[in-house]
């Protein structure tokens, strides 16, 4: 059974449109998160949700916009796309924060 | 062979080799010190993990290393598989907010 499971894996789409990536964790994890990797690996921190409540917002432009219905759900929602958020999105959970974070297996957006 | 984190550098070794990653991490007050794994096309797995209260640990075929003088975690891996190619990363955290700091990657390839 996947853990934490995100879809979709692969995501071609126009400039200017608008997109959602989904993510569920079975772990029972309090703790979720939305990674951003670049082309060169770096991993960077969107958002991170603690029992709903967003705790981390780091700078990230206005369109992105996460939503955490329940502890197990913490979906990611891009408006207006550009081709610079092209990249991989992880998404994550952990028991609490700063335990140890277990990853999705990604989604790859490509902005056209 | 060893490498010198925090940019992306490769490190190149022969199968049955054993490698050492290393990472210089930035804050002083880090408490908790984690390894991941990145193969190609999948998320960071968590490899092991240490606290600021020990300066080794082992697991199977790896270990860290911690040495908190000069801000220096390492990873080593015994007997160097090609299963072993990957982006590996170390990450820290610290304070209330328990927030992971990573750091940028070191790729591992493998030679048969």
């Known amino acids: 059974d996947t853990a934490v499971s995100q879809t979709p894996k692969y995501l071609v789409t126009q400039m200017g449109n608008d997109k959602s990536i989904k993510c569920e964790q079975n772990?029972?994890?309090?703790?979720m998160y939305w990674y951003k990797q670049d082309s060169k690996k770096f991993l960077k921190i969107m958002f991170s949700y603690n029992n709903k409540e967003l705790i981390i917002n780091e700078t990230v432009p206005n369109r992105f916009s996460p939503k955490s219905p329940d502890k197990a759900h913490l979906n990611l929602h891009i408006n207006s796309l550009e081709l610079g958020d092209s990249a991989v999105y992880f998404c994550?959970?952990?028991?609490?924060?700063?335990?140890?974070?277990?990853f999705g297996e990604g989604s790859w957006l490509t902005v056209v | 062979g060893e490498s010198v984190g925090l940019h992306l550098p490769t490190l190149s070794v022969q199968e049955g080799d054993n490698s050492i990653i290393n990472c210089a991490y930035s804050n002083s007050a880090s408490d908790y010190f984690i390894w991941y794994k990145q193969e190609s096309g999948k998320g960071p797995q968590f490899i092991i993990d240490i606290r600021s209260n020990m300066d080794k640990r082992q697991g199977q075929r790896v270990t860290v290393l911690l040495n908190k003088t000069v801000k220096h975690l390492s990873l080593q891996i015994a007997a160097t598989q090609p299963g072993d190619s990957a982006v590996y990363f170390c990450?820290?955290?610290?304070?209330?907010?328990?927030?992971?700091?990573w750091g940028l990657g070191t790729s591992l390839a493998v030679n048969p």
């Open positions: 990450a820290e955290t610290a304070g209330n907010n328990r927030k992971l700091i």
């Open positions: 994550a959970s952990s028991p609490s924060a700063g335990n140890t974070i277990y």
């Open positions: 772990l029972g994890h309090d703790t």
